[in-house]
């Protein structure tokens, strides 16, 4: 079946510091590759996506890239801020089950002042 | 304004009652979801409908029933509540099924089964 697997939390680090999340996904197709994030009290709600392979994905200063070759679709930003902390989940929609999203389990970042 | 609101926000149960999560969605979609949440699995997929059809279901206890009324409307009953039920419940919704689209989610119902 169709899976994504994650760097595995807790993350911490410095405000201004640089961040990479890997992601790593396995699925027959080729998939929609999403970056979701989650704050403390609310429920996930989209970072970007990302539907064709080779593509990136960007906002607020976080990107990833779709490498098909490598199935994967790290997640990085160059300085981050402490407003960044959160939980962040990495996801792929299969076309051949457009029913549901899979998740990863999500790696929680903490950014400290 | 919420677009997809959740009732209640906080749910506190004993075990082998049952409970009805309330899920209402304002966005015109036509898909909607239930997702849980705990530490044990974090974000799992649990039932999918699609213009109030069952499209999807990752449930493997009848306890948990998925009940529609109206379009944008997905309750979520459990009955015989244990102890491992306890977790966060989202909601979702997405104008139609999955593909590319984006989910949105409700912030949750915490349900703790004593």
């Known amino acids: 079946g169709d899976s994504v697997t994650q760097t595995e939390g807790p993350v911490t680090l410095s405000e201004g510091t640089s961040l990479t999340v890997n992601c790593s996904y396995e699925?027959?197709?080729?998939?929609?590759l999403f970056w979701y994030v989650q704050y403390p009290g609310e429920g996930p709600q989209l970072l970007f996506k990302v539907p064709k392979a080779n593509e990136k994905g960007s906002n607020r200063g976080f990107e990833a890239t779709y490498n098909k070759e490598a199935t994967s679709f790290h997640l990085q930003k160059a300085s981050v801020q402490e407003s960044d902390s959160a939980v962040y989940y990495c996801?792929?929609?299969?076309?051949?089950?457009?029913?549901?999203?899979?998740f990863g389990t999500g790696t929680r970042l903490q950014v400290l002042p | 304004d919420p677009k997809i609101i959740q009732k209640p926000k906080y749910l506190v149960a004993v075990t082998g009652s049952e409970k009805i999560l309330i899920c209402e969605q304002y966005l015109g979609h036509n898909a909607m979801y239930w997702y849980r949440q705990s530490a044990k699995k974090p974000l799992e997929f649990m039932f999918s409908y699609s213009y109030q059809k069952l499209m999807d279901n990752q449930t493997a206890s009848s306890r948990f029933q998925p009940q529609s009324s109206k379009k944008n409307h997905l309750d979520l009953q459990i009955t015989a509540l244990k102890p491992d039920d306890s977790a966060t419940y989202f909601c979702?919704?997405?104008?139609?099924?999955?593909?590319?689209?984006?989910?949105?989610f409700g912030a949750g119902t915490r349900l703790s089964v004593l």
């Open positions: 699925t027959k197709q080729y998939p929609t």
């Open positions: 979702a919704s997405s104008q139609d099924r999955q593909g590319q689209n984006t989910l949105y």
């Open positions: 996801a792929l929609s299969d076309p051949s089950n457009t029913n549901k999203v899979v």
